[in-house]
């Protein structure tokens, strides 16, 4: 069947060309790789990012070792309870990190929304707890120790206005200082004895920061923002390469619909029953989930790579296995013959995965959609 339609894709562009000469347009059925991407990137001083698909293939391969966590925090003790079971957590994510992917080491750790300051009390000025001090201390140690990212999710209390809590995701990196903190945006409505409330009284954000990392650049969100779209397409706008999603909701279709629409990965930890990775084309890559959802606590660890391309289906791709067949083990991909794609990227420090793509004679999938546009342009004669 997929033979078939490549045929008749071709029959179709060869039969437009008279119609496209017509119409005064040059036209090139074969696609010319530029001087970018005939040069094979040696180093990468800036890591490639941007919403386009094809631009992150360009740099030497991006590495990163996520891990998520997922845990019923409201049911655990204090302060000093969840800073503790957050802690033995973050061990066992780094445990499973370094058997499954040994000598490596973690590069980002996600906890789930409020993990520290979760329930107890309804006003959110008696949930709230300051950074500095036991949290930062704790979350700290624990970055330098592993040498990792830390996404933290609490109420804070604002240090400069100690009457005002915002609900929060505080990005730490690997000497355990703050990288940033981004504050939510949309709390959702809570009722209250004297009425409704945001969350029991936060103070709802008004940015969407981004952060740069060693690794790449990472946005964050938090559970009830997944009803608004805008912010997620900000963090495509300035260029997010991962989006932390902590939650308390366990949803996989908006996480894998916005990581579809911003080509971003999307990495969530939740309270209970899932914890999900998905690839720029909204496909689940990794998962785990819970039976007991008040009970069970589980982390999941996965390696993504940022300097990745999107390659869509040809008859010759053979579903990847093109590309095993010419690199062997240089390259990984996981592909979809039910969404016709593939995310790959290359396992050479030498070697560019757009470099590859191109010695193939294949074609990434934002040039080719856009080559495609221009040729239905040319062959109408207008843009519609």
Not at 179 to 190: A, C, D, Q, T, W
Not at 343 to 348: A, G, L, T
Request: hydrophobic share 40%; glycine share 8%; aromatic share 8%.
């Amino acid at each position: 069947m997929k033979n078939a339609m490549h045929a008749v894709r071709i029959l179709f562009l060869l039969s437009a060309l008279p119609l496209a000469s017509q119409a005064g347009s040059v036209l090139n059925l074969k696609h010319q790789p530029t001087a970018q991407e005939k040069c094979c990137v040696q180093s990468a001083a800036e890591p490639a990012v941007t919403t386009n698909y094809d631009a992150a293939a360009y740099s030497p391969p991006r590495k990163v070792i996520v891990g998520t966590i997922m845990h019923w925090f409201k049911q655990t003790g204090g302060l000093d309870e969840r800073l503790k079971k957050a802690s033995e957590l973050i061990d066992e994510v780094a445990q499973e990190s370094a058997k499954k992917y040994p000598g490596k080491g973690l590069d980002l750790v996600v906890l789930p929304e409020n993990a520290i300051t979760m329930g107890r009390f309804p006003a959110a000025k008696n949930r709230a707890v300051p950074l500095e001090g036991k949290v930062l201390d704790t979350f700290g140690k624990l970055a330098r120790q592993y040498k990792t990212y830390i996404v933290v999710a609490m109420m804070m209390q604002e240090p400069e206005k100690p009457d005002v809590t915002s609900n929060v995701a505080v990005l730490l990196d690997r000497q355990g200082r703050v990288v940033g903190i981004y504050r939510k945006v949309h709390p959702v409505i809570s009722p209250g004895e004297k009425g409704e409330t945001l969350e029991g009284g936060v103070m709802p954000g008004s940015e969407y920061p981004v952060f740069q990392c060693d690794f790449g650049k990472i946005g964050m969100q938090i559970c009830w923002d997944i009803s608004y779209e805008e912010g997620f397409m900000r963090l495509a706008e300035k260029g997010a390469e991962i989006v932390a999603v902590c939650s308390a909701s366990p949803q996989t279709i908006r996480p894998a619909s916005y990581a579809l629409r911003g080509k971003y990965y999307v990495v969530t930890a939740n309270l209970r029953d899932n914890l999900s990775v998905f690839n720029p084309i909204g496909m689940m890559v990794a998962q785990v989930t819970s039976k007991d959802s008040n009970v069970e606590s589980r982390v999941l660890v996965h390696e993504i790579d940022l300097a990745y391309a999107v390659v869509s289906w040809s008859a010759d791709l053979d579903n990847g296995r093109l590309f095993t067949r010419k690199f062997g083990d240089k390259v990984g991909y996981i592909y979809s013959d039910r969404e016709d794609r593939g995310v790959f990227w290359s396992n050479d420090p030498k070697i560019p995965i757009a470099t590859m793509v191109h010695q193939l004679n294949q074609e990434m999938d934002d040039s080719y959609i856009e080559r495609c546009r221009r040729f239905q342009d040319a062959v109408r004669g207008k843009t519609p």
